[in-house]
């Protein structure tokens, strides 16, 4: 995992619109005049080039074979905007793409909706496009089409960024939490809260001795390693915003089975333990970018952990619990006094604007 | 076309989360929680009833057959979010249907990400929804995926909606700026300039003796007439953000043609004419949104203009100039005191968040 969002291949690249005639985003930027194709024409046309979007049609038009897609929405209003390990448009698009994941789909194509406060640098906005190509870039997948809006300065918070995408779920695969069935093992593909606690640290001004990442990055290639090797995946969910606690009593409630989970088998950073101390924070309810969880039939669960370890998203991997009979819709955990407790839905925000 | 956004059918539903509890947004409403959930699974789901949406998974999962599908986005962050003829709900749903219209699509699907200020009145909110609702169901479509995030007081204006669609495009159809053609007859299905001069006139406090109201509406099913009637329809246009002048000139540089028309043939209300004078605004470059412009071969074009005409959103349709052979790139106008202009593209922002 790097920590920085902007790769060496794509550090350097100027920005194609002079910074020193247009040093900041004006609301003639989203007017729909010339100002706003020449962002369009400019800054993204060229970076996302592909044969859809450079058609710069109200909307793009694709070809799709029959077959069952995934379609996902996600808005991004992550402050910082930019924090150890990712900024907002890396997470957009990986993100977008850990939805359509999931699902069981193939990732192929993103919208952008962009919503810019009047005054955001240029530059800024420069950087954010180069981080959404090279994270759609690794992904293979295409941002087809797209909108800009400004609004007046003070009326929203820098930089909103919505994608939605669009993925193509292969044969074979179903992927639904109300499939999730006793004796599923539930695996966990690495240590959790990174991504909640970077931002935290980040927006507290706090500094660690090991200084945090966010664990922020694009599931899909892990995902169809884990699909290729068994066809008995029943539930995917990267445990965003709420963490793997709300995850778990998602799937638990839709499924309306019990599940059970042991504390000590969760990885968590040493770095993230100690914030969550000092921030009063439990890691189960802090995010995620780049984990997931996989409820897997007990048969293929040594063989899915196996694939799982040999790819450096899931190097981490390991079974955290399984879905049982007893306590149907509940999450129960082990703790790692001894003690067994429900794992319950927070009842309050915890941490606002993490994603 | 009605006066007002909500319509009675959908008047007087109470909203299903109580108001004297919870009366407006807190940062826990999309903090991926209890109150995160309520809002969903009350405010949302039962309204936007589908199979899709009823699953809640990360993204939708939907069948498709062999062909093509549009995909497009938009934000909406117009402002006033309630204005004479509309609101912001309903505007985000028919905008994107009608993105997806002008790519000859029938759309199908979409999704709705909202970006909410904390102390956003509940009951505003529900109404936003039910006019979503509306208007998705009069065009048939489905709101199958979605996302809700809530940024702190002073850090977004009220409310902001992305919605993305999906729509199939029929065999034999194909729209598309570079098919326009030397010959082509450009048909406007109707007087301009309305939605632009609805939302300053709101914003201003401007009150006229004959009040404006904001032509938003969806146009998937005048489209579909459209192309029923004929094959010859080579590029279809709404003129949204940047107005009628903006679309043609797009059209004229895409397809590398000249396109001619008159003004005296461009049909615009006398209040708005009024409202344009006072505010210094000329209404070839105020939003609409709910009006198009076809450009279609001419021998076609004389049942596309009645088959127009016999639909509600078409009943003044008009054939407002051609695609000529001279000045290519460039529309050029025959303007109503004799003289000929070229229209040009906007150089500064006209009306900021107009939609």
Redesign the interface.
């Known amino acids: 995992m790097e920590n920085n969002s902007t790769s060496d291949s794509y550090k350097g690249l100027a920005c194609p619109i002079p910074i020193s005639e247009y040093p900041t985003i004006?609301?003639?930027?989203?007017?729909?005049?010339?100002?706003?194709?020449q962002l369009i024409e400019k800054l993204f046309v060229p970076q996302f080039h592909n044969e859809y979007l450079n058609?710069?049609?109200?909307?793009?038009?694709?070809?799709?074979?029959?077959?069952?897609?995934?379609?996902?929405?996600?808005?991004?209003?992550v402050?910082p905007i930019i924090f150890p390990g990712g900024d907002i448009g890396k997470l957009a698009v990986t993100g977008t793409i850990?939805?359509?994941a999931?699902?069981g789909?193939r990732p192929l194509?993103l919208?952008?909706?962009?919503?810019i406060e009047e005054g955001f640098p240029m530059e800024e906005l420069w950087k954010i496009i180069l981080t959404m190509k090279r994270a759609a870039d690794e992904s293979g997948v295409r941002i087809?089409?797209?909108?800009t809006?400004?609004?007046?300065h003070?009326?929203?918070?820098k930089i909103?960024i919505?994608t939605?995408?669009?993925?193509i779920?292969p044969d074979g695969v179903n992927i639904?939490?109300?499939r999730a069935t006793v004796g599923d093992k539930i695996i966990l593909s690495g240590s959790i809260a990174e991504h909640g606690i970077a931002i935290m640290s980040q927006r507290e001004g706090l500094a660690f001795e090991t200084p945090v990442n966010s664990d922020c990055a694009a599931l899909d290639k892990l995902v169809h390693k884990m699909l290729d090797t068994s066809k008995e995946i029943h539930v995917l969910?990267?445990p965003?915003?709420?963490?793997l606690a709300?995850a778990l009593i998602?799937v638990a409630q839709?499924a309306n089975k019990g599940i059970w989970i042991e504390e000590t088998a969760i990885p968590v950073q040493e770095a993230v333990k100690g914030a969550c101390e000092l921030l009063g924070l439990d890691p189960l309810y802090v995010?995620n970018e780049g984990k997931l969880v996989a409820f897997v039939a007990q048969q293929d669960a040594a063989k899915v952990l196996s694939c799982m370890k040999s790819h450096p998203l899931g190097k981490n991997a390991v079974i955290i619990g399984e879905v049982v009979d007893d306590h149907p819709g509940f999450v129960v955990m082990q703790s790692s006094i001894g003690g067994k407790r429900i794992v319950d839905?927070?009842?309050?925000?915890?941490?606002?604007?993490i994603c």
């Open positions: 004006t609301l003639a930027h989203g007017g729909g005049g010339k100002l706003s194709h058609r710069l049609h109200d909307g793009a038009v694709i070809d799709v074979e029959h077959g069952r897609i995934a379609f996902s929405t996600d808005s991004y209003v402050d850990n939805d359509l999931m699902c789909a194509y919208s952008v909706g962009l919503i087809i089409t797209g909108d809006k400004v609004v007046d003070g009326k929203a918070d909103f919505n939605s995408g669009i993925g779920i639904d939490p109300q969910r990267d965003t915003r709420g963490g709300s998602e839709k995010a839905m927070l009842s309050g925000e915890q941490l606002p604007r």
